[in-house]
């Protein structure tokens, strides 16, 4: 994607503080391992690069809040999000090995970690195995209402965790079922979440309005790859107002409810902000 890349640790601290500098208050973190195996075991390797890259940000970047995505995708050899019984995820098998990766990422310094899997159960485990490790100040930002569907084809392919067999439908969202979002959020507040997000951010802007009028509770959303390249490839063909349209997609998730926006425009948005903070507004 357009000013989207693979980075090293050195490279990511130089982004890192770019964006702190814009005005961007957090990162979020995905790793790709040099090695992939069926169960993912690289998640939980202390040497991996999202341990290193939270070491980094939390020594040379003390005051950015670093956020740690928690799943198996990057790094199972099959990119499905869990272990594999032939080709079926076993969710309880992975709960285990999700709190693995998630007291990694603490014991590296994460303030956050953020499970992007959507197994049954897995932010009661990983509260449980945070706070049986005395990480009882790291908070969860759960990927609770995360939908199934075409627009995270970009960030597959930059990540390298495309299924080799099969689709996520199983254990991802029905995109059609707005009803069965909310019971998921219940769900993962009721088993401890600090945070909930909703993705993808803009055509769930329905769900995000419901989730923060029922709930009332800390709110992210995630505008994803494909909403990013959507805006972009249109604005290149000169049929868009680049930064309006981007400026307006952001409102919009805002205006639904969010607290937290994530967003591959987050540097360019925050330091228009910075320079106009009255853009978009008549």
Known sequence: ??????????????????????????VLLFGIPDRKDATG????????????????????????????????CEYTDHGHCGI?????????ATLELLAKEAVSHAAAGADIVAPSDMMDGRVAAIRSALDERGFVDTAILSYAAKFAGPFYGPFRDAAESAPSVGDRQSYQMDAANGDE?????????????????????????DVIQRVKAETGYPLA??????????????????????????????????????DVIITYFAREAAALLTARPNFGHA
């Open 221 to 258: 959303a995630y505008q994803v790859s494909g909403e990013f390249a959507m805006i972009q490839a249109a604005a290149e063909r000169g049929w868009i107002d680049r930064e309006r349209v981007m400026m307006e997609s952001l409102l919009g998730i805002r205006r639904a409810g969010a």
């Open 1 to 26: 994607m357009p000013g989207v890349a693979q980075t090293s640790v050195d490279e990511m601290l130089r982004d890192a503080r770019a964006a702190r500098d814009a005005g961007v208050g957090g």
């Open 181 to 205: 979002a909310l019971r998921e959020v219940l769900l993962d507040i009721e088993e401890g979440a600090d945070m909930v997000m909703v993705k993808p951010a803009g055509p769930f802007l």
């Open 41 to 72: 075991s690289e998640a939980w390797n202390d040497h991996a690069p999202v341990q290193q890259a939270v070491r980094a940000l939390k020594r040379d970047l003390p005051d950015l809040v670093v956020i740690t995505d928690v799943c198996l």
């Open 84 to 92: 594999l019984r032939g080709d079926t995820v076993d969710n309880d």
